[in-house]
């Protein structure tokens, strides 16, 4: 009995024994979990405190770029522009705002604008005919037909210095011309003479252009005056490049025949029209020279007249020049064409041509071509102007001018 108590005994010491290791290895695992959550703890206090310090020297940093931004402002020459913010919005979407000055390149001229002309591609640009491609960005500045004074030029511009007056001609798709300064190639900018202002210099480029380039180019005409015997029909002689058009087959000795409102009837044969048909009357509309005569080439500016029209009137190897093709002339074109028809219809797109620009400023020079000017806008009224050639019964060039 004793030997039994002895046992009970010492399994009971044993099993106080074990407790006390079971409830200090029960605390150590709850010290050690308190120092880990005071070690967690510490961790997240730390990662606070980093994320503070760099949130602040984040805030420090964009206050350093925002007073170096604006530093860089300060120091920025900057100058007044028409833009428009996105595709549509007429004259309406034209805003005045403040950009840097552009970039010149090594073979660039930075102009002083003095007049700007606006031209049926500006408002085609503006209103998406030609997105995604163009414009590019935006706001964009639209018109390419600028005359002024070149204050700059690029280290490889060999024509031209400081304080010539000129003419120039931006890309039409970039524009950049309704501005204080624009940019423009070397080998599109030409000098101008006296005898040549600003404004007249301006309406000049596309217009000009398209005219010359439709006798010339596309309908093989020589303006020297060895194609004296051919005859030319013009329609829609009172636009832009309508009037150009009339001057410039005179200037070959050409014989003209013109169609264009009854209000300008007057204003064309003044220009050298040997006739002039009034487009409203049946006369007008079916083209026919009230000579009888047929046209070698037509120089066609209006919408809407059917080929059957054109061809009834043509010579045997006449020629049209489209100069608004659309898919019905392209789709024309290509047939007569494939058919090897002797009557031809082109389609033409203008080619920027210093040289050409070059012939048209000496014509201008000599008196043997003006730019029919419709009306002239301070740049203050830029929206005006832009309202006023969009409307599309302008007789000759909307012109803006830079006070």
């Known amino acids: 009995m004793a030997a039994d108590g002895e046992t009970a005994k010492k399994e009971h010491i044993e099993a106080v024994v074990n407790e006390v290791k079971k409830d200090e290895h029960i605390k150590k695992e709850i010290v050690a979990s308190m120092i880990g959550e005071v070690k967690e703890e510490k961790k997240v206090e730390e990662k606070k405190v980093e994320e503070k310090e760099e949130e602040e020297n984040k805030e420090e940093s964009n206050k350093d770029e925002e007073k170096k931004n604006e530093d860089v402002k300060k120091d920025e020459k900057r100058m007044k522009a028409v833009a428009y913010p996105k ?32 031209n049926p591609i500006d408002f085609k640009l ?4 030609f997105r995604p491609l163009y414009p590019k960005t935006f706001p964009c500045v639209p018109s390419s037909d600028i005359a002024g004074e070149v204050v700059e030029v690029g280290f490889e511009v060999k024509n031209f210095k ?10 039409f798709f ?23 202002k600003a404004a007249e210099a301006a309406g000049i480029p596309v217009a000009g252009l398209a005219a010359y380039q439709a006798l010339t ?58 006739e002039v048909l009034d487009y409203k009357t049946p006369e007008g509309a079916s083209l026919k020279s009230p000579s009888g005569k047929k046209y070698d080439v037509v120089v066609n500016g209006a919408s809407g007249i059917t080929w059957s029209t054109f061809a009834s009137n043509l010579s045997t190897h006449g020629k049209v020049v489209e100069l608004t093709p659309g898919p019905k002339a ?35 020079k000599e008196g043997k071509l003006k730019t029919l000017i419709d009306s002239r806008f301070p740049f203050s009224k830029a929206e005006d102007a832009w309202a006023k050639s969009a409307e599309g019964h302008a007789t000759g060039k909307v012109i803006v001018e830079f006070e």
């Open 330 to 364: 392209y789709w024309a074109y290509a047939v007569k064409k494939v058919t090897f028809s002797k009557k031809q219809l082109v389609p033409m797109f203008v080619s920027p041509k210093g040289d050409h620009l070059s012939y048209l400023v000496t014509l201008m």
């Open 126 to 129: 503006q209103s998406g005919a």
């Open 87 to 118: 595709y549509g919005g007429g004259a309406s979407g034209l805003k005045h705002i403040e950009i840097p000055l552009p970039i010149l390149k090594k073979d660039e001229v930075l102009i002083k604008t003095e007049a700007v002309a606006i």
């Open 162 to 171: 400081a304080g010539d007056k000129v003419m120039a001609m931006l890309n």
């Open 217 to 274: 180019v596309h309908a093989g005409i020589k303006l020297d005056g060895s194609a004296s015997q051919k005859n030319v029909l013009i329609t829609a002689a009172s636009g832009g490049v309508g009037l150009f058009a009339v001057q410039l087959a005179k200037v070959g000795n050409l014989h003209v025949t013109a169609t264009c409102g009854e209000r300008n009837i007057e204003l064309i044969k003044s220009l050298g029209a040997d």
């Open 174 to 196: 970039a524009g950049g011309g309704m501005a204080e300064y624009a940019i423009a190639r070397e080998n599109l900018t030409v000098h101008r003479p006296p005898e040549v």
